[in-house]
């Protein structure tokens, strides 16, 4: 097996059907989505019974997705984002490190916290659950260290200015190509 894969054409919300069902066999509690756009969210809302409980999306101050996420909690669904201190260069756009970033490091040397901790504290105050990823047990807990201080109005606005569109993407912006192609089959 070389681990490939094929996607069939079944409908998103036949899916999401079966899934419901577990919930209501008790064998799961809640059910949530990744990387779903507000036509994804608004397919699932529109054609089954439960509302999803979280969609998990990239978001960093170079991909801030303001309107995603004031979409989903709007549905009350809570959104969680993964790479929230974004990651190494990215190399196809010549993109520096986020945790090197000048206004990031303005911030961290400030309020003497570690730019990862900038990061995730801008993602928790707009009430998105963070995932930082990290092996290292040093790193954990500075990660863990985010709840004994807050970013002002002025940090969190220089934040958002970092915004780069869909180029401050991580993964490419065809990352869910494959749920608008599912839906231009309805």
């Known amino acids: 097996m070389d681990g490939s ?3 069939d054409d079944t409908p998103l919300e036949d899916t999401w059907m079966v899934m419901q069902n577990l919930v209501k066999e008790g064998l799961v509690r809640t059910l949530g989505v990744s990387n779903f756009r507000e036509d994804h969210v608004d397919t699932l809302i529109a054609k089954t019974k439960i509302i999803p409980c979280v ?3 990239e978001n960093h101050p170079y991909v801030d997705e303001r309107k995603l996420i004031q979409h989903c909690m709007g549905y009350g669904i809570q959104v969680q984002a993964y790479s929230p201190l974004g990651m190494g260069r990215n190399l196809k756009n010549k993109q520096s490190i986020l945790l090197e970033n000048d206004r990031v490091l303005e911030i961290a040397h400030r309020l003497r916290r570690d730019p990862a901790q900038i990061l995730l504290r801008w993602n928790l105050q707009k009430g998105i659950v963070v995932l930082p990823k ?5 790193r954990i807990q500075t990660n863990l260290q985010i709840y004994d201080f807050e970013l002002t109005t ?11 569109g869909l180029n ?3 993964l490419r912006p065809d990352y869910a190509k494959w749920l608008s192609d599912l839906n231009e089959k309805d």
């Open 134 to 138: 990290s092996v290292h047990p040093d």
């Open 5 to 7: 894969f094929e996607l």
């Open 168 to 170: 401050g993407r991580l």
């Open 154 to 164: 002025n940090d969190i606005f220089h934040l958002d200015g970092l915004m780069r």
């Open 55 to 57: 969609n998990q999306i």
